[in-house]
C-alpha cells in the first residue's frame, strides 16, 4: 500500500465540521485552508440561534483567534474575502434532529447535496458533566451526525472524533478495536442507551417535582452520570458517554457508511503548525502544571512511572486528514488511536521535572510584580499516602474547628467554612483524575503505523507529520507547551517559544 496524494485528496471537497469553535476544530480548519486553498467549501456548525450569530460567533472564536495568525499574514486584507468564499456558517446543535438546522431554508438540502466529508468534533469534555447534557451530545449528538450523514449524497466519509480513554481503566495495551453495542467494561450485563435516557428524564421530573433549584439538579445529574458509568466500568461521565456514543456508530446503525474513529489521548498544544505551542484553555494536566508555577499545588499524586500519554494537537489533526485520504468511499469501521504511550511514552517523573525546571528558570509573576518562588514537590505515589496527608494538614485542624463554639463566633465559621470548600473541591478533582494518575495502560497505534509506513512521500511525511518518536519531551515542554500555555491561554509574556 502507497499513500500519496493527501493534499490533493482535498481539492474541491465540501466538509462539515461539527463543534467549529473547539480547540482541536480550529487546528484542524485552519490546516485545511493553509494546505488545500481549493478546498470547495468548510461548513461549519456552531450552537447559535441564528445565521447572524454564527457568524459573529465565526469571526470572534474562530477565524479572529492566534491560531488563524499565518493565514492572516498571508491573504491580509483579503482574508475575508477568501473565508467568506470558503466557508459558510451553520447555526445548529448535534444534540437535535436533522441538527437543527433551520428546515425554512435551502440549506439543509444544499449540505445534503454537496458534502463530501462530515467531520464530527462536537462534544462536552467535562469529566463530571451533567448527565443529560452529556448523552444529549456525546451519545445522542453521534447518532444525529450519523443520521444527518446517511441524507448526504455524495458522502464518501463520516469521521468522528472519540478519545482513547472510552477503554476506562484498563492495564496493558489497549487495542483499537470497536465497541458492540451493551458491551461493559466490567461485564456487567444491561447497558442499554434507551433506558439510559429513560432514567435521566424520569430523574429530572422527580426533581422538578420537588421544586429543586438549579444547582441542586445540576449537582444532581453530575451524581447520576457518574453514578450510572461506574456501574459499568468507567470511570466519568465523559468517557461513558463517549463510548455510548461509539455504539450508535455500529454496524447496526451505520450500515454501509464508510465510518473512521479517531481515539486521542491527552491534546496538548501544536507541536509545529501553524506555529509551535499554540493552546486554547486549560487541557487537563495544566491545570496542575499552572498550579504549581503559581505556588498553589506542594504536592502531586500519581505514580512516578506511569505514562502520561499527550500528544500535540497538530499531530492530531494530521492524523485525521491522513486517515481521510486512506479511507475515502471505503465501506467498513476504522478505529485510529491516536498517541504517544507506545512509541515515546512520557513518564510522569519527567513532566513534574519540566515542570520544575521551566517554572525555576521562569517565575510566575504574582499580583504584586513579584516572582513566585517554587520548590521540590512531595510527591504521593500512593491513593494511602495522599489520604493520611489530608488527614494530617486539613482533616484534623477541621476537625478542632468542629469542637469550638463556631456558633458565637463568625470568624471560626467562616475559616471552617472556607478550608471545608476548598478540602470538597480537591477531593473530587482527586476523585475525578486518580485513574488517569495511576494509569497503567498503553495505546497500540498499528493502524496510524500502518499510514505512516505507507506515506512514502517526504514532503508529504512532514506536512502531516503523525510519528510521535521525532518529539523530544523535554524540549517540546520546556520551549513549547508551557512556553505556549502562559502566551496563549494567560496572555502573558514568555521567552521566545521554540522554532523548529
Known amino acids: 500500500m502507497e499513500l500519496t496524494g493527501i493534499v490533493q485528496s482535498l481539492e474541491h471537497k465540501t466538509i462539515l465540521v461539527t463543534g467549529a469553535a473547539g480547540f482541536l476544530a480550529k487546528i484542524f480548519i485552519e490546516k485545511v485552508l493553509r494546505v488545500q486553498p481549493n478546498i470547495k467549501r468548510l461548513y461549519l456548525l456552531l450552537r447559535a440561534p441564528d445565521t447572524e450569530s454564527a457568524v459573529e460567533r465565526l469571526h470572534k472564536e474562530v477565524i479572529g483567534k492566534q491560531v488563524f495568525r499565518i493565514l492572516r499574514e498571508k491573504y491580509g486584507a483579503g482574508l475575508d474575502s477568501f473565508i467568506s468564499e470558503k466557508v459558510t456558517m451553520v447555526a445548529g446543535d448535534i444534540a437535535c434532529e436533522d441538527l437543527d438546522i433551520d428546515d425554512a431554508s435551502d440549506l439543509r438540502e444544499e449540505m445534503w447535496r454537496e458534502i463530501d466529508i462530515i467531520v464530527n468534533i462536537a462534544a462536552t469534555t467535562k469529566f463530571d458533566e451533567r448527565y443529560d447534557v452529556?448523552?444529549?451530545?456525546?451519545?445522542?449528538?453521534?447518532?444525529?451526525?450519523?443520521?444527518?450523514?446517511?441524507?448526504?449524497?455524495?458522502?464518501?466519509?463520516?469521521l468522528h472524533v472519540s478519545t482513547g480513554y472510552v477503554a476506562g481503566e484498563q492495564a496493558g495495551t489497549i487495542l483499537e478495536k470497536p465497541f458492540k453495542m451493551?458491551?461493559?467494561?466490567?461485564?456487567?450485563?444491561g447497558l442499554d442507551i434507551e433506558q439510559e435516557l429513560k432514567l435521566v428524564e424520569e430523574k429530572l421530573k422527580e426533581l422538578r417535582a420537588l421544586g429543586a433549584s438549579k444547582e441542586t439538579e445540576t449537582d444532581a445529574m453530575k451524581d447520576l452520570g457518574l453514578n450510572r458509568a461506574r456501574i459499568y466500568g468507567w470511570p466519568n461521565t465523559y468517557v461513558f458517554t463517549k463510548a455510548l456514543g461509539e455504539m450508535l456508530l455500529g454496524r447496526q446503525f451505520r450500515e454501509n457508511l464508510p465510518l473512521v474513529i479517531i481515539r486521542p489521548t491527552i491534546i496538548t498544544s501544536t507541536y509545529r503548525e501553524p506555529f509551535p505551542g499554540w493552546i486554547e484553555g486549560l487541557r487537563t494536566t495544566d491545570s496542575l502544571f499552572v498550579g504549581y508555577g503559581k505556588g498553589r499545588i506542594t504536592f502531586f499524586l500519581g505514580d512516578p512511572d506511569s505514562i502520561?500519554?499527550?500528544?500535540?494537537?497538530?499531530?492530531?489533526?494530521?492524523?485525521?486528514?491522513?486517515?481521510?485520504?486512506a479511507h475515502a468511499n471505503q465501506c467498513g469501521e476504522?478505529?485510529?488511536?491516536?498517541?504517544?504511550?507506545?512509541?515515546?511514552?512520557?513518564?510522569?517523573?519527567?513532566?513534574?521535572?519540566?515542570?520544575y525546571q521551566y517554572f525555576s528558570k521562569h517565575p510566575w509573576i504574582d499580583k504584586d510584580g513579584k516572582p513566585i518562588k517554587i520548590g521540590?514537590?512531595?510527591?504521593?505515589?500512593?491513593?494511602?499516602?495522599?489520604?493520611?496527608?489530608?488527614?494530617?494538614?486539613?482533616?484534623?485542624?477541621?476537625?478542632a474547628l468542629q469542637l469550638l463554639n463556631m456558633a458565637t463566633c463568625q470568624y471560626l465559621q467562616s475559616i471552617y467554612n472556607n478550608l471545608s470548600r476548598k478540602i470538597?473541591?480537591?477531593?473530587?478533582?482527586?476523585?475525578?483524575?486518580?485513574?488517569y494518575l495511576f494509569f497503567k495502560g498503553v495505546f497500540d497505534d498499528l493502524n496510524l503505523?500502518?499510514?505512516?509506513?505507507?506515506?512514502?512521500?517526504?514532503?508529504?511525511?512532514?506536512?502531516?507529520?503523525?510519528?510521535?518518536?521525532?518529539?523530544?519531551?523535554?524540549?517540546?515542554?520546556?520551549?513549547?507547551h508551557l512556553p505556549g500555555l502562559i502566551?496563549?491561554?494567560?496572555?502573558?509574556?514568555?521567552p521566545e517559544i521554540g522554532k523548529l
Open 134 to 158: 452529556s448523552l444529549s451530545v456525546n451519545t445522542m449528538g453521534a447518532k444525529h451526525v450519523l443520521s444527518f450523514a446517511k441524507r448526504c449524497v455524495k458522502l464518501q466519509m463520516l
Open 182 to 189: 451493551g458491551e461493559t467494561l466490567n461485564g456487567i450485563p
Open 308 to 325: 502520561i500519554d499527550v500528544i500535540p494537537g497538530d499531530m492530531v489533526v494530521n492524523a485525521m486528514i491522513v486517515v481521510m485520504a
Open 334 to 355: 476504522f478505529i485510529y488511536q491516536v498517541g504517544s504511550s507506545l512509541r515515546n511514552p512520557a513518564k510522569f517523573a519527567l513532566l513534574q521535572d519540566y515542570c
Open 376 to 399: 521540590k514537590v512531595t510527591i504521593f505515589n500512593t491513593m494511602d499516602s495522599f489520604h493520611k496527608y489530608m488527614a494530617i494538614r486539613y482533616m484534623l485542624p477541621l476537625k
Open 424 to 435: 470538597d473541591f480537591v477531593m473530587r478533582l482527586v476523585e475525578l483524575y486518580e485513574p
Open 449 to 480: 503505523e500502518k499510514l505512516r509506513i505507507a506515506m512514502e512521500d517526504a514532503a508529504e511525511k512532514n506536512m502531516f507529520c503523525i510519528d510521535p518518536k521525532c518529539v523530544d519531551w523535554e524540549d517540546y515542554f520546556l520551549n513549547i
Open 487 to 494: 502566551r496563549y491561554v494567560f496572555q502573558m509574556t514568555t
